[in-house]
């Protein structure tokens, strides 16, 4: 059973025998285009090859060759050569005011028993500070090296 049948226009065959034959393309585009060029069943195409075929010319799973036969039957040439773009966006936690608060204790003298601070002691301590509900260490750390600031002893100069 047949579920996606891969028809090219004349222009889109010629635009995939450019892509895998010359140019500096990704890897997996290129991959892409001989799929594509592969699995036509349009009037331009001479000689169709079965999946398997081109699986093992390829080198690449017959799940790889479905997928990209789907992505161009539904979303079209781009999409099935390129790929999506990510479309999570993820909210971010720490603002200026949380950022000020940072600095001015990680400028601060650290916790007794300590000659410095360190990234989880911050963490820990904006949290008992309520300054944030949760915090990672590694916040802290992009945090901090996005304001340039060394939780390192001071030099002198």
Known sequence: MKKFTVTLTKDERAELNEISSKGKHRSQKVLNALILLGCDEGEYQDNRSINEEISRVLKTSMRKIDRVKKRFVVDGLDIAL????????????????????????????????????????????????????????????RILKKTNLSLGGRMDG
């Open 82 to 141: 390129n790929g999506r773009k990510g479309s999570r966006v993820y909210a971010k936690k720490a603002d200026g005011d949380f950022e000020a608060h940072l600095v001015a204790l990680s400028c601060s003298n650290p916790p007794e028993g300590f000659s410095r601070w360190s990234l989880r002691l911050l963490a820990d301590r904006v949290v008992e500070l309520n300054y944030i509900d949760s915090i990672s260490h590694e916040s802290i750390r």
